[in-house]
C-alpha cells in the first residue's frame, strides 16, 4: 500500500507539443527500420523486391530502354522475321520481324497494369464485404455477403472469367474487369475468417464497452490486425493476377493485336516451336521472372509480419 | 422505493442461448439492483452466469446464440435493452465502463497504449469539444498515473506485448476510469494474474473507486475480496441470484445452502485442512432441474424444491434468500 501511495506522484508532462510529435516519428522510424530488418533477413526476399523494382522500372520507362520502340505497334519487316538471338536482337524477333525483346519489355507493362489495377479494385471491396461479414457473423449481412461470396467461388474461375471476357468486348480493361470480378470473394473469404476471430477478442469488446462507433470497431480496432495477411496475399497474388491476365490474352480475350502482351507473344510463338523457339520461350520466360519476382518478395512480406524470434 | 431512480436495477432478466441441440436457460430470472455509490460483490461458481449477466447490461451478447426473452434492465431509469445504437453508445464508456479478466487480451496488439488510450479520450470528451493534441497526452499520462505506473512518457509509445501482465492490467484500469464511468463493472479482475500483483491491482481499484465515489460490481471467486471492498453481496447459482445481502451479514449468517457450501470452501490457516466444498456440479443449461436449481446438490432437499422454483424470502431486514428453508419468513413483496 505505501509503495502505491508513493508511485503516485504528480506528475505533468513538461514536453511540447513539437517534442511529442517528434517522439512518435521517432517511433515510427524505428518500426520501420525492424520491419526491414526482418524482411531483409532473408536475402532472396532482397533478390525478390530487386527484381520487382527493376521489372517496374523497365516497365514503366520501356520507349526509352528499349532498342527497337517503334516494334510495339502495328509494324513489318519481313526481311528480319525469324531471326535467332543475336547482339542486334537479344531475344531475336518474331514472324513479322519485330524484335521480342521490345515487345516483351512492352507487355511487361499491361501484366504489371493488370495485376495492380486488379489489385486496387479487388481489395478494399473485398476487404470491406469481409470485415462486414465477419462482424456481423451470423446477421443477415454476414448471410448475404458470404453466399454471394460462395456462388463466386462456387464457378470455376478461370471458367468464369473466360465468360465475362467473351461476352464482353476483348480488350486489357475488360479482360481486367472480368478477373477482377473473379477474385474479390477470395480477399472476402480470407477477411471474414479474420474479422469472426478477432470480434470475440476482447480488445473488441473493450472498445465495444467504451463506447466505440461499429466504424471505428470495424476500422480501428479489427482492420489494422487483418493487415498482415491482407498485404501477404496482395505481394502474392499480383504474381497470379498476371498469370490469369497472360492465359486471357493467351486465348485471344485479353490485350489485342498489334498491342504487345505477353501471353498473345506466346500463343503466336507456339505456332513456331520447336524450331524458332525463341519467340515462345523469351516472353514465357519473363513471366516466370516476374512470377518469381512477386513471390520473393511475398515471402518477405511475410517475414516482415511474422512475430519475432527471440 | 424513493423517487430517484435507482442506478442500476435489473428486473426478471432470462437469457437462453439457443444452440443445436436445443436452448440453454442460462439466466432465469434475475433480480438485481444498486443505489449509487454502491459496491455490490457477484460471486458464485464458474458458468454460474455471472459474466452473461455483465454482458447483458452493456449489450455486447454475441446476439445470433443469445436471446433475451423477458427482462429489463434500467440505468438510471432508462432501459437499456430499448435503446438505439447512438444512446448505447453514450452509456457504454461514460456511464458503464468494464474492466476484463485477461488484461492482455484487452488491449489490441497493433496499437501503442498511447494510440489506444487516445481513442478512449477522446472520444469520452464532451461532444462537439475537440481535444488538442498536447491534452489529449496530458489526460493519457495524468490517467497511467493515477494507476501509479512510473514512466508515463515511456509506456505511450510501448506496445502491449512489452508491457508485463501486471501493468497491462494497470493500463485497462486507467483506460476504463478515464472515461470517468459512474459505474465499473470489475469482471475477475487480475485474475489472470499471480496473487501479489492481483492484491495490488484490487486495492489501487477499490483506492480509485473511493475516491472518484465511483459505483462498483466487482465479480471474483476470490471471497477474501468481496468482504474487505463491498457493501452488499449477490451470491448466484445457475443463473439465479440466490442471496442477497449487507457483506458482513452475509458472511456472519449465510442462509441459503449454497451459500454456505461456498463459504465453507474457503480454506483456513486454522482448522481441518482443506474443506469439502458443495459436492456436484453447475447443473446442464438445456435442461435444469425443475423447482429450485440447487435440489439436487443440496443437503436439505424437500419435496417442494423438486417442484416449485423458490420465491425471494426475507428471512432478516435487507436479506433475502431464495430457499424454502425461510419460506415461513415473509415473503419479499417485490417478487411475484
Known amino acids: ?310 | 422505493m424513493s423517487s430517484v431512480p435507482l442506478l442500476l436495477d435489473i428486473k426478471n432478466l432470462h437469457v437462453h442461448f439457443i444452440v443445436y441441440g436445443g436452448r440453454l436457460r442460462v439466466l432465469d430470472g434475475i433480480n438485481f439492483y444498486m443505489h449509487d455509490g454502491e459496491k455490490v460483490g457477484l460471486v458464485g461458481e464458474t458458468g454460474c452466469g455471472k459474466t452473461t449477466t455483465m454482458k447483458t447490461i452493456l449489450r455486447v451478447l454475441p446476439m445470433p446464440p443469445a436471446h433475451i426473452p423477458q427482462g429489463e434492465i434500467f440505468f438510471k431509469g432508462r432501459d437499456i435493452l430499448k435503446m438505439n445504437n447512438t444512446s448505447l453508445q453514450q452509456v457504454r464508456g461514460r456511464g458503464i465502463a468494464m474492466i476484463f479478466q485477461d488484461p492482455t487480451a484487452a488491449l489490441n496488439p497493433v496499437f501503442n497504449i498511447g494510440e489506444q488510450m487516445g481513442a478512449v479520450i477522446k472520444h469520452s470528451a464532451i461532444r462537439g469539444k475537440r481535444s488538442s493534441h498536447q491534452e489529449v497526452h496530458q489526460q493519457a499520462i495524468s490517467s497511467l498515473q493515477e494507476v501509479a505506473l512510473a514512466d508515463p512518457e515511456r509506456l505511450l509509445r510501448s506496445y502491449p506485448i512489452q508491457l508485463s501482465g501486471g501493468m497491462r492490467q494497470r493500463v485497462c484500469i486507467g483506460m476504463a476510469l478515464s472515461t470517468r464511468p459512474e459505474l465499473l463493472i470489475a469482471d475477475e479482475p487480475g485474475t489472470s494474474l499471480d496473487v501479489t500483483i492481483q492484491d495490488q491491482v484490487l486495492r489501487l481499484i477499490r483506492t480509485l473507486v473511493e475516491e472518484k465515489n465511483t459505483s462498483i460490481i466487482l465479480i471474483t471467486h476470490t471471497l477474501g475480496i468481496v468482504r474487505e471492498l463491498t457493501d452488499r453481496v449477490y451470491v448466484m447459482y445457475a443463473g439465479n441470484m440466490v442471496e442477497v445481502a449487507p457483506t458482513k451479514k452475509l458472511f456472519a449468517n449465510p442462509r441459503h445452502p449454497y451459500t454456505q457450501g461456498l463459504l465453507s470452501t474457503v480454506p483456513r490457516l486454522t482448522g481441518g485442512g482443506i474443506a469439502s466444498g458443495i459436492p456436484g456440479r453447475i447443473p446442464d443449461y438445456l435442461n435444469p432441474p425443475a423447482g429450485c436449481r440447487f435440489h439436487p446438490r443440496c443437503t436439505y432437499v424437500m419435496d417442494i424444491c423438486r417442484a416449485q422454483k423458490p420465491a425471494l424470502f426475507r428471512p432478516d431486514q435487507d436479506h433475502e434468500v431464495a430457499c424454502f428453508l425461510y419460506q415461513d419468513q415473509p415473503k419479499d413483496a417485490t417478487t411475484p
Not at chain 1, 16 to 39: H, V
Open chain 1, 1 to 310: 500500500m505505501t509503495e502505491q501511495v508513493n508511485l503516485r506522484r504528480d506528475y505533468s508532462s513538461k514536453l511540447t507539443i513539437q517534442q511529442i510529435k517528434q517522439m512518435e516519428r521517432e517511433s515510427r522510424r524505428q518500426n520501420l527500420g525492424r520491419s526491414w530488418y526482418k524482411f531483409s533477413r532473408n536475402p532472396l526476399s532482397v533478390v525478390g523486391i530487386a527484381m520487382v523494382l527493376i521489372l517496374v522500372l523497365l516497365a514503366i520507362f520501356a520507349p526509352y530502354v528499349t532498342p527497337y520502340p517503334k516494334h510495339a505497334q502495328a509494324f513489318t519487316d519481313f526481311a528480319n522475321a525469324k531471326l535467332p538471338p543475336s547482339w542486334q536482337h537479344l531475344f531475336g524477333t518474331d514472324q513479322i520481324g519485330r524484335d521480342i525483346l521490345t515487345r516483351s519489355i512492352f507487355g511487361l507493362r499491361s501484366s504489371l497494369l493488370m495485376g495492380v489495377v486488379v489489385l486496387v479494385l479487388v481489395v478494399p471491396i473485398g476487404v470491406l464485404l469481409g470485415l462486414l461479414a465477419g462482424y456481423f457473423q451470423g446477421t443477415w449481412i454476414d448471410t448475404i455477403i458470404m453466399r454471394i461470396t460462395d456462388i463466386f467461388l462456387s464457378v470455376p474461375p478461370l471458367i468464369l472469367a473466360l465468360a465475362i471476357a467473351s461476352v464482353l468486348e476483348p480488350n486489357l480493361w475488360n479482360g481486367m474487369m472480368a478477373v477482377s470480378l473473379m477474385w474479390w470473394p477470395w480477399y472476402t473469404r480470407l477477411v471474414y475468417g479474420l474479422g469472426v476471430a478477432l470480434r470475440n477478442e476482447y480488445f473488441v469488446t473493450s472498445a465495444e464497452v467504451t463506447g466505440a462507433s461499429t466504424a471505428h470497431i470495424l476500422f480501428r480496432e479489427i482492420l489494422p490486425n487483418t493487415i498482415s495477411p491482407i498485404l501477404t496475399k496482395m505481394s502474392l497474388d499480383v504474381a497470379w493476377v498476371i498469370i490469369i491476365g497472360s492465359m486471357l490474352s493467351f486465348v485471344g480475350l485479353g490485350v489485342q493485336p498489334p498491342e504487345p502482351s505477353l501471353g498473345t507473344m506466346i500463343a503466336d510463338g507456339a505456332r513456331y516451336l520447336p524450331d524458332q523457339w525463341w519467340i515462345a520461350v523469351f516472353p514465357a520466360l519473363v513471366i516466370v521472372i516476374v512470377v518469381l519476382g512477386f513471390n520473393l518478395l511475398g515471402d518477405g512480406v511475410r517475414d516482415m509480419f511474422a512475430a519475432e524470434e527471440i
